[in-house]
């Protein structure tokens, strides 16, 4: 398998969304709205990095706002120092997961995203966990992304004795989500690949294209 070039989409702060999506999912975003258009099959696990981060007042706003319940609502008491923590999820294996969009099993995913290019993918995001869920993926020396069910994912937490655990996302309350884009390069059979994730806005890296349709056009030129 061909090596891939990974550009990271991020910053510091993550966007809020109208709805809860799931890292990996791929989709529109219009303003606080991701239309959601896929979720990639993964044979293999992704692995996953974590920070834990102390709420501020902006992050605090942001996760108060997804939560229906008052008495759900979370606080800050500066009085007594008591501030609550969320997690910041990020996809870490960027190269592990470029391979398996490229794969047969997520072939019509590929091939509806050569034909669109507006679409993003959801590689981090800040998630809320209860104190009892926290405590476990404290525990845990390695996280990741796992399709243990269909067209949707969940946590796996790998512990230091090997044992293992298993969070669903809805057991948390996301409130914040990073994004990347595409870029495109042909593969030894000159079919359409993806070769990195970029940040939204920005170019792609080599002689990748965020239009795989240009890679076309340059074969046309290599003939004459």
């Not at 995001?125 to 869920?133: G, H, L, Q, R």
């Amino acid at each position: 398998m061909s090596s891939c070039k990974v550009v990271d989409f991020g910053g510091n702060s993550l966007k809020p969304l109208a709805s809860q999506p799931l890292p990996g999912t791929i989709g529109v975003l219009q303003s606080a709205e991701f239309i959601e258009a896929g979720v990639p099959k993964l044979e293999e696990k992704i692995r996953l990095s974590f920070q834990k981060k102390l709420y501020k007042k902006r992050s605090l706003r942001k996760h108060n706002k997804k939560e229906l319940q008052k008495d759900q609502r979370l606080k800050i008491i500066d009085s007594l120092d008591l501030r609550p923590y969320y997690y910041k999820i990020e996809i870490a294996d960027k190269i592990g997961l470029i391979a398996t969009l490229n794969e047969s099993e997520n072939k019509n995913l590929k091939t509806f995203l050569e034909a669109t290019q507006r679409n993003v993918i959801i590689t981090s995001m800040e998630i809320y966990f209860p104190s009892e869920v926290a405590g476990l993926i404290d525990q845990a020396s390695e996280i990741y992304l796992v399709n243990n069910k269909t067209s949707s994912y969940s946590l796996e937490l790998l512990n230091k004795d090997r044992s293992r655990n298993i969070i669903d996302f809805n057991e948390g309350t996301s409130f914040g989500y990073g994004f990347s884009a595409f870029c495109w390069r042909e593969n030894n059979r000159r079919q359409p690949e993806i070769a990195a994730f970029r940040k939204k806005g920005r170019s792609c890296p080599g002689v990748t294209e965020t239009n795989p349709e240009k890679l076309k056009s340059e074969d046309i030129f290599e003939k004459l």
